[in-house]
């Protein structure tokens, strides 16, 4: 397993299997993602035998407080049952591996949420596809986003660090040492997105209750996830960014000291993008002889080819 295997809408990858045989390719998941990442392609609509090219379906309730069903627009056909057995069938024959899914967003199959539902042939409700709901119900440890989002860069790269990290966390050994390095190399990322679970995790990493290496390493692994779906803000990003700042100041001048504080400020005031101060100081990390600072994978918790916080 050397690259994280992400769970993706089939149509998302360029393959003609929408209802009307095109596709809806996403460039950026086709022409950079996937140089550092695999992809488990699905479509639930494909694989209720639906075929291309087909009638359109869509998401409807009969009764207002009724439950949601999925019909074809022209013959009216209830299709619920079928996708709802298919939703159980794909779930079943994913990969054990995943790190992620990419779904197809306003699908009345893959949609996680805002799909239109519809009440006596108006949009009534929004709610989530037959088969993202399905899967959003079996509480996974692995992010879920829809393509939509990925055009954010914030919650692009947010998604992309949850990848990673499931993926790194995932490849770990039910070794202590291991554990406490791995812990160690993620200090400043777990502090960006929640402090007191990097607390946590790191009295879990210390084994001061003496656990079994094996139940040490699944608590860790589920509670680091759990620090990664916490929100990263801008103040959470400043204080990991003062952190990082401390290990530097030793071999700074006075001037240079009050200037990145002076940035780290500006930056939680949203008044300084993050690549103006990444770029700082990733040269002040490069040049330092703190080795401790280099291992961090604040900066790039993903692969470095990847640049998503160019963006940011």
Request: aromatic share 10%.
């Given at each position: 397993?050397?690259?994280?295997?992400?769970?993706?809408?089939?149509?998302?990858?360029?393959?003609?299997?929408?209802?009307?045989?095109?596709?809806?390719?996403?460039?950026?998941?086709?022409?950079?993602?996937?140089?550092?990442?695999?992809?488990?392609p699905?479509?639930?609509?494909?694989?209720?035998?639906?075929?291309?090219?087909?009638?359109?379906?869509?998401?409807e309730?009969?009764?207002?407080?009724?439950?949601?069903?999925?019909v074809?627009?022209?013959n009216?056909?209830?299709?619920?049952?079928?996708?709802?057995?298919?939703?159980?069938?794909?779930?079943?024959?994913?990969?054990?591996?995943?790190?992620?899914?990419?779904?197809?967003?306003?699908?009345?199959?893959?949609?996680?949420?805002?799909?239109?539902?519809?009440y006596?042939?108006m949009?009534?409700?929004?709610?989530?596809?037959?088969?993202?709901?399905?899967?959003?119900?079996?509480?996974?440890?692995?992010?879920?986003?829809?393509?939509?989002?990925?055009?954010?860069?914030?919650?692009?790269?947010?998604?992309?660090?949850?990848?990673?990290?499931?993926?790194?966390?995932?490849?770990?050994?039910a070794?202590?040492?291991?554990?406490?390095?791995?812990?160690?190399?993620y200090?400043?990322?777990l502090?960006s997105?929640?402090?007191?679970?990097?607390?946590?995790?790191?009295?879990?990493?210390?084994?001061?209750?003496?656990?079994?290496?094996?139940e040490?390493?699944q608590?860790?692994?589920?509670?680091?996830?759990?620090?990664?779906?916490q929100?990263?803000?801008?103040?959470?990003?400043?204080?990991?960014?003062?952190?990082?700042?401390?290990?530097?100041?030793?071999?700074?001048?006075?001037?240079?000291?009050k200037?990145?504080?002076?940035?780290?400020?500006r930056?939680?005031?949203?008044?300084?993008?993050?690549?103006?101060?990444?770029?700082?100081?990733?040269?002040?990390?490069?040049?330092?002889?703190?080795?401790?600072?280099?291992?961090?994978?604040?900066f790039?918790?993903?692969p470095?080819e990847?640049?998503?916080?160019?963006?940011?």
């Amino acid at each position: 397993m050397k690259k994280p295997l992400i769970g993706i809408s089939s149509c998302l990858l360029g393959n003609n299997v929408r209802y009307d045989g095109t596709h809806k390719k996403y460039n950026w998941v086709v022409d950079e993602l996937s140089l550092y990442a695999d992809f488990h392609p699905i479509c639930p609509e494909m694989e209720m035998g639906l075929g291309v090219p087909r009638e359109t379906v869509r998401l409807e309730k009969k009764e207002k407080d009724g439950p949601v069903q999925m019909v074809s627009n022209k013959n009216k056909t209830n299709l619920t049952q079928l996708a709802k057995d298919t939703a159980n069938v794909l779930y079943e024959s994913l990969p054990s591996h995943l790190d992620g899914f990419i779904l197809k967003k306003d699908s009345p199959s893959c949609g996680p949420e805002r799909v239109k539902i519809y009440y006596k042939d108006m949009p009534f409700e929004k709610g989530a596809g037959i088969f993202a709901d399905h899967l959003l119900k079996k509480s996974l440890d692995y992010p879920i986003i829809h393509e939509g989002r990925l055009h954010n860069p914030e919650l692009r790269e947010d998604f992309i660090i949850r990848v990673w990290g499931h993926f790194n966390v995932h490849k770990l050994k039910a070794k202590i040492s291991d554990i406490q390095n791995f812990h160690k190399k993620y200090k400043f990322v777990l502090l960006s997105f929640d402090e007191p679970s990097f607390r946590e995790l790191g009295r879990i990493s210390a084994n001061n209750k003496n656990r079994e290496p094996e139940e040490v390493l699944q608590l860790y692994q589920k509670t680091f996830m759990q620090a990664l779906f916490q929100t990263r803000t801008r103040k959470k990003q400043a204080n990991a960014l003062q952190h990082i700042y401390g290990f530097l100041k030793n071999e700074l001048k006075e001037k240079e000291k009050k200037n990145i504080l002076k940035l780290i400020d500006r930056y939680k005031e949203n008044n300084l993008p993050f690549v103006a101060l990444a770029t700082m100081m990733q040269h002040l990390i490069d040049i330092s002889s703190n080795d401790y600072i280099k291992d961090q994978y604040y900066f790039f918790p993903y692969p470095e080819e990847l640049e998503l916080f160019l963006d940011l």
